[in-house]
Each structure stands twice: as structure tokens, then as C-alpha cells.
């Protein structure tokens, strides 16, 4: 991990200290995060800087093209790894630059719902698990947007670390878009799940 990485999550992680006082359940299963993929539901802006500040190791992230429009901001942008992707299309040369980031050992940080508004989770992470055969560790974060409340005290941000979902658990998968689906719908669900384990916590 680079020097400056290391500073930016420690004050990343100071600060959810501070105005969110943070939690992290199961935080043991973080050290299997290497090299796999971590899918995690999507409220905030603050979910991707949140989830790869807590990882180990340093994770690449797709993010919104649009964010790349800025020339310094871009700059930044890739400096921690964030990889443009198109918004409401299939983006195959931004999926492919995740996949081969998977196949050189690297993490991947992926939202399966794709953005904040979504109401259907996106096949890509299917397409990219299938392709590279890597597994998928499911991440659920609640409150990151609910500021006033968790610097009041009221709430807090949890941030729950489920079971790795690996490619053969599933039965007879084949290269199809159906199938970039079911893995989808799958780890979706399973985030969903840690969501009702956080309100028993």
C-alpha cells in the first residue's frame, strides 16, 4: 500500500470515527478481501471512500464517468484507483480494465445497484466474477447518509462483512447474460441479508 493511500484512509477512518462513530462487524473476514471482489449496496457519496478506507489492502473502484469531467479532480480520481464507466450502458472497456485489475491480484470494489437511484441491481458484476473466476465478498453499510444523526449520537455507521460467495455455489453457469444476472440478484441478495443483520446488532 503507497504512503499516501495509508494517510488518506487513516483520516478518512478519523473522521468516520468522529462524526459517524463508525462499527464494523465480522471485521476478521477483511482479511480475505485480497484479490476478490467486494460488492456492497450503494446510499451515499460517502459508501465508496467509507468501505475501501476499512479494506487492507487498496481496492480499485468503477465510478461514474461524469466525476472524470474535472481535470484535477479526474487526476485524483485515478490516483485511487477509480475506474470511468459509462452510466446506462454496457461499458465493456471499463469492465474489462476491472477484470484484468482482478486477474493481475488486485481488489475490486463494485455497487451491484450500479448508482444511488437504482431500483434494479446491474449484471456487471456477474460478467465480471465469470470472467475472472474470482470470488465476491458482500459488504452492507447503513447510515453513511445520515450525518446529523450519527454525529448527534443517534445513529452510527455499520458496516457488515458477510460470507465470500464464490463461483461454485452456483449450479450449471454458463457465459450468459441470464446467468451475469443470477450472480447479480445472488450477492444482492445476500448484502440485503446483512441489512437485517445489522438491526439485530
Same mark, same amino acid.
Request: aromatic fraction near 8%; glycine fraction near 8%; include cysteine.
Given at each position: 500500500m503507497r504512503s499516501i493511500y495509508r494517510i488518506v484512509i487513516f483520516l478518512i477512518r478519523a473522521y468516520m470515527r468522529v462524526f459517524f462513530h463508525y462499527r464494523i462487524i465480522n471485521k476478521d473476514k477483511l482479511k480475505e478481501v485480497e484479490?476478490?471482489?467486494?460488492?456492497?449496496?450503494?446510499?451515499?457519496?460517502?459508501?465508496?471512500?467509507f468501505i475501501?478506507?476499512?479494506?487492507?489492502?487498496?481496492?480499485?473502484?468503477?465510478?461514474?464517468? %461524469?466525476?472524470?469531467?474535472?481535470?484535477?479532480?479526474?487526476?485524483?480520481?485515478?490516483?485511487?484507483n477509480a475506474?470511468?464507466?459509462?452510466?446506462?450502458?454496457?461499458?465493456?472497456?471499463?469492465?474489462? %480494465?476491472? %477484470?484484468?485489475?482482478l486477474i493481475a491480484g488486485q481488489?475490486?470494489?463494485?455497487?451491484?445497484?450500479?448508482?444511488?437511484?437504482?431500483?434494479?441491481?446491474?449484471?456487471?458484476?456477474?460478467?465480471?466474477?465469470?470472467?475472472?473466476?474470482?470470488?465476491?465478498?458482500?459488504?452492507?453499510?447503513?447510515?453513511?447518509?445520515?450525518?446529523?444523526?450519527?454525529?448527534?449520537?443517534r445513529k452510527r455507521v455499520i458496516i457488515t462483512i458477510g460470507d465470500k460467495i464464490e463461483l461454485s455455489d452456483f449450479k450449471d453457469l454458463t457465459d450468459s447474460k441470464d446467468d451475469y444476472r443470477r450472480i447479480a440478484d445472488h450477492v444482492m441478495e445476500k448484502i440485503n441479508e446483512l441489512a437485517y443483520d445489522n438491526k439485530n446488532s
Open positions: 484479490g476478490c471482489i467486494v460488492a456492497a449496496n450503494h446510499i451515499s457519496a460517502n459508501d465508496p471512500p475501501g478506507s476499512i479494506l487492507p489492502v487498496e481496492i480499485n473502484t468503477l465510478a461514474k464517468k %461524469e466525476l472524470f469531467k474535472i481535470p484535477l479532480f479526474a487526476r485524483v480520481l485515478r490516483f485511487f475506474i470511468p464507466i459509462k452510466r446506462g450502458t454496457i461499458d465493456r472497456q471499463a469492465l474489462l %480494465e476491472a %477484470e484484468k485489475k481488489s475490486l470494489l463494485i455497487f451491484p445497484e450500479g448508482t444511488r437511484k437504482s431500483v434494479r441491481v446491474k449484471a456487471g458484476i456477474g460478467m465480471i466474477a465469470m470472467h475472472t473466476g474470482k470470488s465476491i465478498i458482500p459488504v452492507q453499510i447503513s447510515n453513511s447518509d445520515k450525518f446529523w444523526d450519527c454525529f448527534l449520537g
